[in-house]
């Protein structure tokens, strides 16, 4: 049964895309990069005991971070339904929400709340919706890292048009929700000679 989405982008992942998306996906290096970039971003960061990541797919970021802090409680959130059973089959996740990123709703809070890869993926319209989300669970920290351009593009994804949007989500973030201020950011290379990653920029927010 397909469940009535509020957005198109959110049928196209939670689908046969999504699922293709992951075997696509799944490797030991990117772990390893996942790794180095987030022990960067917990470095700067103090008594993180609890995350949860929003569309963490098969977790290979709450695997990293599990690395990173063994004693962390993990939680992720995710469309697709069989991400989720990846995520379950790891057993590293304490709770696995299948839901999307406009229909979660949850009164807990965590010291940290990811999001990678994802803001990219929603409909620009609902970019408040979500920036709200992440402001209201979050206890100390954001973690954005997407897709940056400093105006709003929408670029075709593998074919599929309105499916991939480029803007500058953390600046648009402390606009809305001013108690966030920028503590780090970065870069990640697809050329890096040791670790590359996406051409993806990072940005640690702090809660006030």
Not at 8 to 15: A, K, P, Y
Not at 34 to 41: H, T, W
Not at 134 to 159: D, F, H, W
Request: proline share 4%; hydrophobic share 40%; aromatic share 12%.
């Amino acid at each position: 049964m397909i469940k009535n989405y509020k957005t198109e982008q959110e049928l196209f992942w939670s689908q046969e895309f999504g699922n293709k998306y992951i075997d696509r996906n799944k490797s030991d290096n990117s772990i390893a990069s996942k790794c180095v970039l987030l022990s960067k971003i917990i470095d700067r960061t103090k008594n993180v005991n609890s995350i949860i990541e929003y569309g963490a797919n098969i977790g290979l970021n709450l695997q990293a971070l599990k690395f990173i802090l063994p004693q962390c409680k993990i939680s992720a959130l995710e469309i697709n339904s069989k991400a989720v059973k990846e995520l379950e089959r790891w057993g590293g996740v304490d709770e696995v929400f299948q839901d999307s990123i406009l229909e979660f709703q949850t009164n807990k809070k965590w010291d940290m709340v990811l999001v990678s890869g994802v803001l990219i993926h929603i409909n620009p319209d609902w970019l408040p919706e979500v920036y709200n989300l992440l402001a209201q669970t979050s206890e100390k920290y954001v973690v954005i890292a997407e897709y940056y351009n400093p105006t709003p593009v929408t670029i075709s994804y593998r074919g599929n048009e309105d499916r991939l949007f480029k803007r500058d989500f953390a600046g648009e973030m402390m606009d809305l929700h001013p108690e966030f201020n920028l503590l780090d950011y970065g870069f990640t290379y697809h050329r890096d000679p040791n670790f590359p990653r996406d051409d993806v920029t990072w940005f640690l927010l702090e809660k006030s």
